[in-house]
Structures are given as C-alpha cells and as structure tokens.
C-alpha cells in the first residue's frame, strides 16, 4: 500500500486474518450455533443433546430418554439407543466419540446411513454443548463394553477410555455449562418438563423422564396417542365442536406426513407445526400445505353439500382457522431449516406432501362423517359473516378517522417527545390515578392514558365486539400500529407500554385483560418487549419526616430491621416488649390503590425510571400461555376453578 492510500500507516496482510480452529468459533460467537448466551441458549444445550437421543427413538433403536438436573449445577442426558460408535473413524484417525464430540458437521446425519431421520441436521450439537461447557463427559454403551471420554472446554483431556462388560446399549452425556460463556447457569426445571412432555408427544412410544436432584421433583411421560394426545391437551379448557379427533398418518415418498386437528368454540386458532421433532416457530412448507388444503377441502365441502351456495363468496384461511387446533409433523431425510436454531422449514416439496395427504384423508373423513363436518362448515360460516361484519365496523371507524389521521384520543395526555425510543406510554386504571400520574410524570416524554372501568374480553369477544369496545379503541389509537389487516408494528408510538393498575384484585384483573387483548391482537408488540408492568409499592414507612418504600412484605422487614439497628446504633433505647415496628420508631401504610399516593409521590415510587421497579412481560412459551389464557379467561368455569384452587397456596396478596 502506497502511503497515500494508507495515512495512518496500518498494514493490511495475511497477520491479520483470524483463523478459529476445531470447536474455537463456538467459543467466540456462541450466538451463531445456539440463538443467545442467556437463558434460551442455555436450555438449548439440553435440547441439542436431547435431540440426538430422540433421534434415535424415531430411528427405532430407542425407547428411552432421560434428564437429571444436578446440585452441581451440571446436567445429564441418558438413551438407550446404540451408542455413538467408539470405533477409530477413517478420516480422522481418531476414535468417532471424540470425532462426534470435539469436531463441527461430524455425525451420523449426513446421507452415509447413519440415519434416515434426524432433528439434528447440521450435526453441530454434541460438539458445540461441548466447546461451551468447562467439562464434558461422554459414556457410551456399545460393542459389549462401556467407553468413557472427558473433556474440557471442547477438548479431550484423554483418550477413550474402555470400561465394563455391559449388555445395555446407548450414550450418556453430562456437561457442566461455562458460567464464562453464559449469564447464568441455573437451569429451569419446568423448561425441561415442557420440552420433554413435547417430545413424549412428538413420539409415540418414548418414555421421556427428567430428574431434577436440587429439588427432589421427578416427571415422567408416555403418551400411546402421540400427536392425538398433544391436540387433547392443548384443547384443556376449550370446548370441542366434537370430541372425536381427525388423525391421519401416511408416507408420501420419502417422507412421513403425521396431522391430528380438532375444532373448539374459541376464536382463536392453535396450530403446531414440527419436522423431525423440532418445533418450528415461524412455520414453513408443511404449515403452508397444510393451510391451503385445509381451506380448499372446507370450501369443496361446503359447496357439495348446499352450505355454501354458489354465488356465495368462499371462505377464507381465516375463516376456516378459527376455533382450530392442530399438530402438524413431518419426518423426511433432509430437512432445510433456517438457521442452526431451526425456526422455519423450507423444503418445497414437503408443501406438496402435507397438501396430497390433507386433500384425500380429510375430504375422505368429512364424507364418512358428515356431522362433524357441517359443525366446522357452520363455525367458518359464522366466522365469515363476523368477519363482514367486523371490516363494516373497522371502515365505518376508519370513515370517522377513529384509527386513523393526527387526532388522538382525548383521554391522552402525550408527551412532548416524537422520538419512539424515549417515549414511554402509562396505561393507567382509573380518572384518580390518572389524575396523579399527569401531575407527577416527566410529560417531555411520558404519556398518561387512563382507563374507565374493566376493558372487554377479548377472549369471548370477536373483532367487531372489539371495535364497538371505546377503551380498546383509544388504546390502539393511542399505540398507532392498527388492527388485524391494519395492523403495522412500525406505526408503534412508544418504546415502553407500562400497565400500571392497583396491586388489588381489579388491579390483576385489568392487566390480565389488558395482556389478553396484547397476546391474541397485538402479539408484535408484546413479542417485541414493548409491555411492561409498573410495580407500585406496597407500604410506605414513615419515621420523621423520611419516608421509605416497600415493595414487598420482605422488603418491609429488611427496612424494619435497619431502623431498628440505626437507633440502637445511635443509642436510642429500643423496648424488647415492644411490637417491631415500634421498636424501628416507624408508622406504616399499606396501599391499597394508586390513587391513594400523590403526584409526587406517585412519580418517586413508580414512575422514576431511577426508582421505580418494572416487570418486562415476555411470552417465552406461547403454548403454555395460549392455555393459560383460555383458563383464565375462557367460558369453562370448573377449569378456571381448578386452576385458580391449584395456585391458591402461591398467593402472597389477597385482597377481601
């Protein structure tokens, strides 16, 4: 380089390329092999080992899969498959279990036989758990013996090891994740209960088990129904339009193609779509297959049978969706997926096989049971005329300009800011603490919305309902994203939407339907971390004219504690007979509402960003929170009931 072209004098020459060797890149762009460094990575090791055993069990050599959460904070993953081959493999020279374990892209799933189905496609797990994990053990039982290898950080600290006659067969792997690497290194067991129970239904015939040895809990599952099951149990407190459940399972080429659906009073729709086992977030070809010959077979249904006359307009994907539950699975040699954390499925032939598959068998089924169908025809029908019915309501508000143009609701007090990123939006329960939150916020760049009274249901209620609902309305005219087909999450106004209601029973109330409407019509902005809840305090406790807040009983006590180590410190004579609070020299009070503070004190305790306590509301498991919404606030009341009666001993506020 000419001095000209390089001013600073900097050389640019073979030096300073960076060459990552063995499992190295894992170690220094963890992100790019397990999604995150936080707890989703984290749990994502046990999945990638896990995964392999399941691989096994859909490859028939297995029956068995389990977990053990240790105290050490280590985890052990246990089948009794084959075992991974031990033998010297003839490329590497060196034994294929420490191949497997220390080498990326090495195992048993790419076209050599090893397996015709897999979950694990890029063949990265193994060795990727272990570059990120301090200590790795592997033992395997295979070949009449049992082999043993250890490693740290990725590489082996041995050779294998050969150990005792054994007649079993299958792999043990126990990892000891790298705090270095992750923020924290505490696994959850309910994470693993979810994953296996999934997997349990995933495979008919597997009994997946997990131990958890810091707690002394245990679950196991086996589920003969497989997929049938799953759809079952995702239906816990909807109630069916039947209770018998469409399940068809049939090879189409090369692939298997596996759909259980069955159709509810709800008005949402719960579709999960799997290839090989593993949960395809953001769908793909088999859910695209799978939509477009749902909607054709319903529409050919419906039309043969005069339900729908022929001047009629035909249905559409939504209108046939509603109220539907459905697991959809594939099994095929040579999944594509998106990325390594496999959100998305993208082979083009896969479309084909689920359409050939739902085009004959559920046309075959409507035809031999004709009750079942005229219900789902009937479901769409209604569907079609409230969805009619909602885009008059949606064109009559949007003709008003209620959800559109540079008005704002007259509720609103805005803030001054038209930068997203620092506005924050306070929904706030009630005229009385609305009134307080004006007075006491930064109106540079917060926003006050107060709401009159409970906001609908949106779990009973269908988008026309909504429209009709004024509190729903302001709120979305507020937000600025729109509704359904209007919908934009780039019109978002505020980067924080922060519920602050009362720590009450109408409080809890008010965030619940307020969350409802966010997670069944506004999802984006929920999925996107936008909501927040406020977390006001609970006592205030006075001692002169200083006033300290608490914001849990815990919290109370430790301020109770240091007042009274504080007086005796300073020599003030503390009677033993006294009650504590006494003996701290305090008064105490108990909210009960928001409006019971003043401005002031309503922006020093919760509204301050450098006092006050938010709660980010993430969905980290849609499933669970799609069930949770029907029971919570669902027309079943016996489930509502349990389900309430279940947690009863959680409750740490009740307020009679």
């Known amino acids: 380089m000419s001095a000209e ?9 073979a030096s300073q390329i960076q ?19 936080g707890e989703e990575g984290l749990h994502h090791l046990i999945k990638e080992i896990a995964d392999n055993g399941i691989d096994e069990v859909i490859a028939g050599f297995a029956d068995e899969l389990s977990v053990t959460l240790h105290e050490d904070g280590s985890v052990t993953v246990t089948d009794n498959g084959r075992g991974i081959p031990v033998e010297i493999h003839p490329k590497t020279k060196k034994s294929t279990l420490e191949t497997v374990m220390t080498t990326l892209h090495a195992g048993g799933k790419f076209g050599s036989g090893g397996y015709k189905v897999s979950s694990g496609l890029h063949g990265v797990g193994s060795s990727v758990v272990n570059a990120l994990s301090t200590k790795l ?19 082996p600290v041995k050779k294998v090891e050969k150990g005792q006659a054994t007649k079993e067969t299958g792999t043990t792997i126990t990892f000891y ?5 992750f923020s924290s290194t505490e696994f959850d067991y309910r994470w693993v209960v979810d994953y296996l129970r999934h997997q349990a239904y995933l495979t008919k015939g597997v009994k997946a088990s997990v131990t958890d040895e810091r707690t002394g809990d245990a679950y ?20 069916p339009l039947d209770e018998d459940i469409f399940y068809i399972e049939k090879q189409v080429e090369d692939g298997i193609v596996e759909i259980a659906l069955q159709y509810t009073d709800a008005f949402s729709e719960t579709v999960m779509a799997f290839a090989n086992n593993v949960y395809n977030m953001d769908g793909g070809s088999h859910l695209t297959g799978f939509r477009t010959a749902l909607t054709r077979v319903i529409n050919d249904y419906s039309r043969k049978s005069g339900l729908l006359k022929e001047k009629e307009e035909a249905l559409t994907g939504d209108d046939v969706r509603e109220g539907l539950t459905a697991v959809v699975l594939v099994k095929i040699p040579d999944p594509q997926f998106e990325g390594q954390t496999k959100n998305k499925l993208g082979n083009p032939e896969v479309r084909g096989y689920v359409e050939r598959v739902m085009n004959e068998w559920l046309a075959y089924y409507f035809e031999e049971h004709p009750g079942i169908a005229r219900k789902v025809v009937n479901k769409g029908l209604l569907a079609a005329r409230a969805r009619k019915a909602a885009r008059a309501a949606r064109d009559n508000i949007i003709r008003k300009g209620v959800l559109e143009g540079p008005s704002l609701p007259g509720k609103l007090a805005d803030c001054a800011t038209k930068d997203r990123s620092q506005a924050e939006l306070f929904i706030v329960e009630g005229q009385s603490a609305g009134g307080s939150a004006k007075d006491g916020r930064n109106s540079f760049y917060q926003a006050i919305l107060p709401l009159r009274g409970k906001v609908l249901n949106v779990e009973r209620a269908r988008l026309d309902k909504m429209l009709a609902n004024q509190e729903i309305l302001n709120l979305i005219k507020a937000l600025g994203v729109g509704i359904e087909e209007q919908f934009d999450i780039n019109g978002l106004r505020y980067e ?3 519920i602050m209601t009362d720590a009450d029973v109408d409080g809890s109330h008010i965030r619940t339907l307020l969350m409802t409407l966010f997670f069944r019509h506004l999802r984006p902005v929920l999925e996107g971390g936008h909501i927040y809840a406020a977390q006001p305090p609970l006592f205030a ?12 009983d815990e919290e109370r006590d430790e301020v109770i504690d240091k007042l009274i180590e504080e007086r005796k410190a300073k020599g003030s004579k503390v009677d033993k007979n006294d009650d504590r609070i006494k003996q701290a020299g305090a008064s105490i009070q108990r909210y009960k509402g928001l409006g019971e503070m003043d401005a002031d004190q309503l922006w020093e305790t919760t509204m301050d960003p450098s006092n006050r306590v938010l709660v980010q ?9 799609d069930s949770i919404f029907s029971k919570l606030m669902g027309t079943e009341v016996e489930m509502r009931k349990n389900f309430i009666q279940s947690r009863a001993k959680f409750v740490k506020e009740l307020d009679i």
Not at 137 to 155: H, I, L, N
Not at 220 to 239: C, P, Q, T
Not at 543 to 548: E, P
Request: aromatic share 12%.
């Open 19 to 37: 060459v990552l060797e063995g499992l190295e890149p894992v170690r220094k762009r963890p992100g790019m092999y397990i999604g995150s460094t």
């Open 137 to 155: 053990v592997a033992t395997v039982r295979r070949d009449g013996f049992s082999w043993t290898q250890e490693y740290k950080q990725g590489k």
């Open 617 to 625: 509301v993430k969905v980290e498991d849609a499933e669970k929170a």
């Open 220 to 239: 196991a599952f086996y589920f003969e129904g497989g997929i049938e099951s799953y759809v079952r149990h995702l239906n816990a407190g909807k109630e």
């Open 177 to 181: 994740p790298d705090p270095a690497i």
């Open 496 to 498: 924080r939407i922060i």
């Open 541 to 552: 406790i006075s001692v002169g004219k200083q006033k300290h807040y608490a914001y849990t």
């Open 5 to 13: 072209k390089n001013p600073i004098g900097h050389s640019y020459d």
